[in-house]
């Protein structure tokens, strides 16, 4: 069993739909917990940290499920520059893993 | 700043053969790391610093050497490569920790082994 899990995808919707990506974790001892962004043969680059509250930034909202051991990634109102490949990365000291991604299309 | 530079970026080499791939960042964080990605996988750390002459292995180190010489670079070493080395090869770097705070990453490395 991966230690981060995603569903890969792709999710193909159409601009100003909301999607919803999610992410299971197998270390329970996991400390930090992240969404990261891949355009397609670019680098990641941080999206946004996820907090056992809840948070957002704009239409993207993160949130932890530390009793299920789950990571959630919402986006309302997509815009086309909203695709992308969505990495879920959980850490454990030095360690971060990551999530195989999941692609998202979003079309006009 | 350029932030996280790696060279060079695109690479063929044949089985048996070695090369070094480079990074150096100019944000002077003390952590730096270096990951493979393959299709379907994520990103798998290979090796990482926490400081000049400090380094350890991650989850996928056989076949790879690293050195940290100076807070700017390090380089990953390939010492006999093999068709499974084929990946795209990131360097990292973050100012708080491997586990803590924002990673910056390089563009990549596409590496071929023949």
């Known amino acids: ?108 | 700043n350029a932030g996280v530079t790696q060279t060079p970026k695109f690479q063929v080499l044949k089985t048996g053969q070695s090369m070094t791939l480079q990074c150096a960042q100019d944000m002077n964080h003390e952590y730096m790391s270096w990951y493979r990605q393959d299709p379907g996988m994520g990103l798998r750390l290979i090796h990482y610093s926490v400081g000049a002459g400090i380094t350890d292995q991650g989850e996928v180190p056989n076949g790879y050497n690293v050195s940290r010489s100076t807070t700017e670079d390090f380089p990953l070493r390939l010492l006999s490569a093999a068709p499974s080395q084929t990946s795209v090869y990131f360097c990292a770097s973050n100012a708080q920790g491997g586990g803590l705070g924002e990673q910056y990453f390089g563009p990549g490395t596409r590496l071929t082994v023949t």
């Open chain 1, 1 to 108: 069993r991966k230690e981060v899990e995603q569903d890969p995808g792709p999710f193909n919707v159409p601009e100003g739909a909301t999607v919803a990506f999610n992410c299971t974790y197998s270390n329970s001892a996991s400390q930090s917990f992240f969404w990261y962004r891949q355009d397609c043969r670019k680098e990641p680059k941080l999206l946004m940290s996820v907090y056992s509250s809840g948070n957002e930034d704009g239409r993207f909202t993160a949130q932890l499920n530390r009793a299920s051991q789950y990571i959630s990634l919402l986006i309302r109102d997509s815009k086309l520059s909203d695709s992308a490949t969505y990495l879920c990365v959980v850490t454990y000291g030095n360690d971060m893993r990551f999530g195989a991604g999941t692609r998202l299309t979003v079309k006009p």
